[in-house]
């Protein structure tokens, strides 16, 4: 039997997994944060850690496609993926951050109904980023795929509702642009969370 020294497959599989299921966890935590507004401090804390840790699996999916010499999908899509899953993650941690920093007193409805469609998003996400390994399933994904951009719309509209209900009601400027970054934020993690549904779609057309 012949050994290989070159790497011929690498852990993407299991990386991409583990990005995802933080996702999910960053995601919950989120919610968590917006619909039990406690332990401020220590809730954003929490989402600050898990950003961190996701940030080095991304470094090591980035590091896996320098060291392996057969990659299970194109090295630009696997590149692509970690990124737009990052961003994900990047702009659930930086609502937070926001949340603390500009010291919100009380969550809108709105900010708690985009967290949620968040939420719903990244566990369409874990779904499909798990399906991956299964080349005779890819196609499957594209069920992920369709409800990550119906929930994007769906934020889309509560989104556009949300920033004209800041203009027309009894909110001072600086609670307006307050709230006006932190729906920005929110409205961003779910455009990600679509970003990276259009790349799951291309690696399924490419391999399915």
Request: aromatic fraction near 6%; charge should be negative.
């Given at each position: 039997m012949r050994l290989s020294l070159i790497p011929r497959s690498g852990r993407f599989h299991d990386l991409f997994?583990?990005?995802?299921?933080?996702?999910?966890?960053?995601?919950?935590?989120l919610a968590d944060l917006l619909t039990h507004f406690e332990n401020v401090e220590v809730k954003t804390a929490h989402l600050r850690d898990l950003e961190h840790e996701a940030d080095e699996v991304t470094h090591e999916i980035y590091r896996q496609v320098h060291r392996t010499f057969v990659t299970p999908f194109d090295r630009e899509d696997i590149a692509t993926l970690a990124q737009?899953?990052?961003?994900?993650?990047?702009?659930?941690?930086?609502?937070?951050?926001a949340i603390r920093t500009y010291g919100i007193s009380q969550p809108t409805p709105a900010a708690r109904g985009l967290a949620d469609l968040v939420r719903l998003q990244c566990l369409q996400l874990v779904?499909?980023?798990?399906?991956?390994?299964?080349?005779?399933?890819?196609?499957?994904?594209?069920?992920?795929?369709?409800?990550?951009?119906?929930?994007?719309?769906?934020?889309?509209?509560?989104?556009?509702?949300?920033?004209?209900?800041?203009?027309?009601?009894?909110?001072?400027?600086?609670?307006?642009?307050?709230?006006?970054?932190?729906?920005v934020e929110l409205e961003r993690a779910t455009d990600s969370c679509e970003h990276v549904a259009h790349i799951l779609e291309a690696i399924v057309l490419k391999h399915a």
């Open positions: 997994e583990e990005s995802a299921h933080k996702l999910v966890v960053a995601s919950e935590a737009r899953m990052d961003d994900v993650m990047d702009y659930i941690e930086g609502t937070s951050t779904r499909a980023v798990s399906t991956l390994r299964h080349r005779g399933r890819l196609k499957s994904i594209l069920e992920q795929v369709k409800e990550i951009n119906r929930l994007e719309n769906e934020a889309d509209t509560l989104f556009l509702n949300s920033m004209a209900e800041l203009f027309q009601g009894e909110m001072s400027s600086v609670e307006i642009i307050k709230w006006r970054d932190v729906y």
